[in-house]
């Protein structure tokens, strides 16, 4: 079975950082794409980012040049690198997989993680 299992959320100021991972296990191997999603109260789960099995990236456009998304694929391990932290960044963060389309919306997740919780104060 497969299993995603965030962490290294947490609360943050404006204008810090933090790191995401996702532990994968199970069939996380075959999925062709990862990415990370947020939905903060009353809004609609959201894509953030995806990286591909060659390593081949997209951005929602609220965190191009903030966020970064990488993988280590030795480690079966999924990356969000969140610099420059505003208090609109305030949601439960998803770990998901997707497939080769690599289509950044929740329509299209074939597995989700439980979700951190990541708070950004002013």
């Known amino acids: 079975q497969v299993q995603l299992m965030e962490s290294g959320g947490g609360s943050v100021q404006s204008g810090g950082s933090l790191r995401l991972s996702c532990a994968a296990s199970?069939?996380?191997?075959?999925?062709?794409?990862m990415g990370w999603f947020r939905q903060a109260p009353g809004k609609e789960r959201e894509g953030v980012a995806a990286?591909?099995?060659?390593?081949?990236?997209s951005y929602a456009d609220s965190v191009k040049g903030r966020f970064t998304i990488s993988q280590d694929n030795a480690k079966n391990t999924l990356y969000l690198q969140m610099n420059s932290l505003k208090p609109e960044d305030t949601a439960m963060y998803y770990c998901?997989?997707?497939?080769?389309?690599?289509?950044?919306?929740?329509?299209?997740?074939?597995?989700w993680g439980q979700g951190t919780q990541v708070t950004v104060s002013s």
């Open positions: 998901a997989a997707l497939n080769v389309a690599c289509i950044l919306h929740h329509n299209f997740v074939r597995y």
């Open positions: 990286i591909t099995r060659a390593g081949s990236t």
């Open positions: 199970g069939y996380t191997y075959s999925s062709d794409c």
